[in-house]
Nanobody, 124 residues
Framework: QLVESGGGLVQAGGSLRLSCAASGGTFSNYVMGWFRQAPGKEREFVASISWNSRSTYYADSVKGRFTISRDNAKATVSLQMNNLKIEDTAHYYC???????????????????WGKGTLVTVSS
């Protein structure tokens, strides 16, 4: 089970930190990723991190602004979002993929488990 938290309303240029708590299974056996879906748009990849945090992968649209991290001891993955833009407004989903490969394996969205999402709204 994956449960996201940390969404909310923020002004453009501001920051938010999303968290995802995992339960069940061995967390360190999974690549973790964040995806988002804006109203009227398809779900898109945001960021991912390998099981040992040695590799991370970002969508071009968030590179340099967002940082993904994980704590295997606490079975959590986080997404620090800085310099938020209006176009970052979306439901954000945490997802896991059973893999010990690099973070990039998650970019196509073929994940094993998904959370229910948390809403991020960026206002002008």
């Amino acid at each position: 089970q994956l449960v996201e938290s940390g969404g909310g309303l923020v002004q453009a240029g501001g920051s938010l930190r999303l968290s995802c708590a995992a339960s069940g299974g061995t967390f360190s056996n999974y690549v973790m990723g964040w995806f988002r879906q804006a109203p009227g748009k398809e779900r898109e990849f945001v960021a991912s991190i390998s099981w040992n945090s040695r590799s991370t992968y970002y969508a071009d649209s968030v590179k340099g602004r967002f940082t993904i991290s994980r704590d295997n001891a606490k079975a959590t993955v986080s997404l620090q979002m800085n310099n938020l833009k209006i176009e970052d407004t979306a439901h954000y989903y945490c997802a896991s993929l059973h893999s010990t490969g690099p973070a990039e394996v998650a970019r196509k969205g073929f994940m094993d488990y998904w959370g229910k999402g948390t809403l991020v709204t960026v206002s002008s």
